[in-house]
């Protein structure tokens, strides 16, 4: 099953003249290497998708049986809040933030980011950010119970009486990891603007780096909401006034704008690097350009721009009048158009490719499938009566992880395997990627496919016990968790291993067309000892043209 | 060639047929996932989402067969290396995919936008707030013909961890919420600490209730029966618990009801939240963190 095509490339011959550190201790260091710091923010993502995926099984465990019976209903709120805030705030956010520190440089031939030592603080805060969070545990009173929304009041209510509580610390690391997300934008953004390789114009940029354009730019205009209203909701806990409160005559549906404005399009933030990915990986495994570039590099900023449109999808049964709840569905519907193109554009590269299934291919393919079923129920969830009866039920729970899992993780998973011997200098071991592949896909079906018929039955979301009739479903989504749960392992196996003692990789293991691959696995420190000169429009494959004037290919 | 030709269309057209009628046949079961049609705006609701089904199935296949056939027949052969036809774009084809979502775009939003409006389920309260570009009134010429305006009006009371509903015509106060069929009903909505939310399954219908803040919202019950009512919206350590019986009976029967229950003198009603927070209370060890205590159960005529 391993078949690692090093055919037809030959291994560089001479050292580059500064050699890549593999020193170890320097992934525990204050390094401003963007390499170092993308590899940082990968593994520390990653050791919390493990503690969010912990969280996970107890809540499934709980939901083995109709009623509450593993843990405490205190408990089950906790887990369900910690793990949606883990999973979005400290693993999706910082390993594709990990991944664009990682390759933007690279691709677009600079020696490193705009601001390498902002850089480094950004990723510095994420630790922070996570153990707050785990320290939230061991306050009375526990972690926050509210919610990764933290809806006030429930989110303002305080048992303990205690000013240092899991919800203040809960918003406290939110606040610190927006700062850090702030920071990360502007560097991004400057870079991008700033940096790029002489030749390489808007329209010769890799679609990665058009993805993290638009998601970075997302960032811009939508955290000073979320930061706002999170201040406010702080003041409203600690010092008492009365903006979300309603006893004291606050609103709490402002509270809902504040947090949607952002956290509507901090899905793109997520979404757009994972459909980059994509189109970073289909062309490479089929072999051929990648279908209508130009759209698919304008609709990522056309998603950026209509997704800050959209938020009020989240509050249709809030007290939302009906002309604005029509209104909303019409730009939320409207967010299709752009990713049909994608979609689209993604299917017609494959089409008539000569693809190899190596496992990059494997979880791309497999996340684009459950990206298509997302997107379906996305379609009926904007719809304003089917979300009048499915909202704040298991379709929705259904939806999102199909996005989350389905597609965004999946999509990670896809990443990281196609990077991962550029960034380590070793192979994998393409048998264990393929098991880790099936489980994978196997799982998330099992888990969240049964989620769909729960929800429209009217199961709701955030409960620790539920009617009898109900069961059959959750044991079924049960058993898919953990095996998801499982399918971790091999993966984890496979990393660590070939990390220690894989096969040496090669600069171009997949003969893929894209400046990181001219330079070789590990990249040098500073990448390149030559600036490069684009000559050409990327995914070249078939074409037999040189992307640059001055590096061997 | 000619023949592989023909051979190659005769393939493509027996693929979108299969995928028309599975998506249809899929559509028609959409119906059975759902709970019984206890209300007008639930046959709406399921017509409309029964075609959505139909119209994302037949998407959903038609994809995952390309996808499929691709990497079934566009497999490389072994030890080839060589890349596929460099095609980079299509003018019309992107065109016409393009077009293709945006009408499916338009079509999707008008029909719901139709289904929303026949369902009228925001009540006046709402409508005093509208400086409104879309008049909502036409809603009334409600679904199923119902009787346009509401006939029962009843006051519809969330707190932590419990439902109070209270007829003010025979002022009563009830935990069942009991509903006559094929009447217009009026709810006022109201919550008095958090937020909470008023959801009937069978009905299809969901509305947050939000402290100070009263809402109204109308329906028509059309199946006799017994339902139950949810809380949609998180609302703390007990959200789980906080359900109520809904029970739908003919006019006559739910006059009955109505008589019989104010007969009876007020009694404190039985509720989960309380008797599972005085359990936990009482163990010596406790498993879990502070909870906000649940308000007091409520008094009512008839406790279900
Ligand atoms: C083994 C994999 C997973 C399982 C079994 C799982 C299971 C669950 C369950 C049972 C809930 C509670 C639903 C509710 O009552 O609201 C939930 C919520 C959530 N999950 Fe997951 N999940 C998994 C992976 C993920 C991943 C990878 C992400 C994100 C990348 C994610 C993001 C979320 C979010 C944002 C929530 C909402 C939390 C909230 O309501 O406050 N999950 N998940
Ligand atoms: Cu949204
Ligand atoms: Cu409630």
């Excluded at chain 1, 995926?53 to 408990?75: H, Y």
């Excluded at chain 1, 006893?247 to 793109?268: D, I, L, T």
């Excluded at chain 2, 030709?5 to 998506?23: D, E, M, P, R």
Aim: aromatic residues 14%; charged residues 10%.
């Amino acid at each position: 099953m391993t078949n690692i095509p090093i055919e037809g490339i030959l291994l560089p011959n001479e050292k580059p003249k500064h050699e890549s550190s593999s020193n170890w201790k320097e992934y525990f260091s204050f390094s401003t290497d963007h390499k170092v710091i993308g590899i940082q923010y990968l593994v520390t993502s990653f050791f919390f998708f493990l503690v969010g995926g912990i969280f996970a099984m107890v809540m499934r465990g709980e939901l083995m049986t109709p009623e509450s019976d593993l843990v405490d209903r205190t408990v089950y709120n906790g887990m369900f809040t910690m793990h949606g805030t883990v999973m979005l705030f400290l693993w999706t956010f910082p390993s594709l933030v990990g991944f664009a520190n990682y390759l933007v440089p690279l691709m677009i031939g600079a020696r490193d980011m705009a601001f390498p030592r902002l850089n480094a603080v950004a990723f510095w805060m994420v630790p922070v950010v996570g153990i707050l969070m785990m320290g939230s545990f061991f306050v009375p009173g526990g972690p926050a119970q509210a919610g990764w929304w933290s809806y006030p009041p429930v989110s303002l209510q305080n048992p303990t009486g205690n000013l240092i509580n899991g919800q203040v610390i809960w918003l406290l690391a939110v606040a610190i990891s927006g700062v850090s997300s702030i920071m990360g934008a502007v560097n991004f953004v400057t870079t991008i603007v700033k940096m790029r390789a002489p030749g390489m114009g808007f329209f010769r940029m890799p679609l990665f780096v058009w993805g993290v354009f638009s998601a970075q730019i997302i960032q811009l205009f939508g955290l000073p909401a979320l930061t706002a209203g999170a201040v406010m909701l702080l003041l409203d806990l600690t010092v008492g006034t009365s903006f979300f409160d309603p006893a004291k005559g606050g609103n709490p549906v402002m509270f809902q704008h504040y947090f949607w404005f952002y956290s509507h399009p901090a899905v793109y933030v997520i979404i757009l690097p994972v459909f980059a990915i994509f189109s970073e990986i289909f062309p490479v495994y089929s072999r051929k350009p990648l279908f209508g570039y130009k759209v698919v590099a304008v609709s990522s900023i056309l998603i950026a721009v209509v997704s800050g449109i959209v938020w009020v999808h989240h509050m249709y049964v809030s007290g939302t009048p009906g002309w604005m709840r029509l209104i909303f569905m019409l730009t939320t519907m409207c967010v299709s158009v752009p990713t049909g193109i994608k979609v689209f554009a993604w299917v017609a590269t494959i089409w008539g490719g000569k693809l190899r299934l190596h496992t990059p291919m494997l979880f791309a393919l497999g996340a684009l499938i459950m990206f298509v079923f997302a997107g379906i129920t996305g379609i009926m969830l904007s719809s304003v009566p089917v979300d009048v009866h499915v909202n704040n039920t298991y379709f929705v729970v259904g939806h999102f992880h199909y996005v989350l899992y389905g597609t965004v993780t999946m999509g990670l998973y896809a990443a990281i395997y196609h990077w991962f011997p550029k960034m380590t200098g070793r192979m994998y071991s393409e048998s264990w990627g393929k098991i880790h592949f099936w489980l994978a896909f196997i799982g998330t079906n099992l888990n969240f496919l049964p989620m769909h018929p729960l929800g429209l039955q009217g199961m709701l979301r955030r409960v620790a016990s539920y009617a009898p009739e109900y069961q059959f479903w959750n044991v079924i989504a049960s058993l898919g968790g953990f095996l998801l749960g499982m399918s971790t392992l091999p993966f984890i196996f496979n990393m660590v291993i070939s990390w220690m003692q894989g096969e040496k990789a090669p600069a171009n293991p997949w003969r893929a067309i894209g400046l990181e691959w001219l330079v070789s696995s590990p990249p040098p420190v500073e990448n390149f000892e030559e600036i490069p000169i684009i000559i050409s429009e990327p995914y070249g494959y078939g074409k037999s043209e040189p992307l640059t004037a001055n590096l061997p290919e | 060639m000619k023949i592989q030709k023909i051979l190659n269309i005769l393939t493509l057209l027996t693929g979108a047929i299969a995928v028309t009628f599975t998506s249809i046949w899929i559509g028609k079961q959409a119906y059975s996932w759902l709970p019984p049609q206890a209300a007008a705006e639930s046959l709406l609701i399921d017509d409309l989402i029964s075609f959505l089904v139909t119209l994302g199935a037949f998407i959903f296949l038609g994809v995952t067969s390309t996808l499929i056939y691709s990497v079934i027949f566009h497999r490389a052969v072994k030890d080839d290396f060589t890349d596929g036809p460099p095609i980079e774009g299509n003018v019309t084809l992107e065109v016409v995919w393009t077009a293709i979502p945006i009408l499916l775009v338009f079509w999707i939003a008008s029909y719901s936008y139709q289904v929303y409006e026949q369902m009228g389920i925001q009540g006046p309260s709402e409508l005093v707030h509208l400086h409104n570009p879309l008049a909502m009134e036409s809603a009334y010429a409600a679904p199923a013909n119902a009787l346009a305006e509401p006939v029962e009006k009843i006051d519809v009371l969330a707190k932590q961890w419990a439902w109070v509903f209270h007829y003010p015509e025979r002022d009563i106060t009830s935990t069942e919420l009991h509903l006559p069929s094929d009447r217009r009903v009026r709810l006022a909505l109201k919550s008095q600490d958090v937020l909470h939310g008023f959801y009937i399954p069978a009905f299809r219908l969901k509305q947050d209730i939000i402290p100070n803040h009263a809402i109204d919202f109308e329906f028509t019950p059309i199946l006799a029966g017994q339902y139950r009512l949810t809380d949609s919206q998180y609302s703390g350590t007990y959200f789980a618990t906080m359900q109520a019986n809904v029970i739908v009976e003919s006019p006559e029967d739910y006059q009955q009801w109505l008589a019989q229950a104010a007969t009876q003198k007020p009694s404190p009603a039985k509720n989960q939240a309380a008797s599972e927070y005085a359990q936990t209370s009482n163990q010596s060890v406790q498993t879990g963190w502070v909870t906000v205590p649940p308000a007091a159960p409520p008094l009512v005529n008839s406790p279900g």
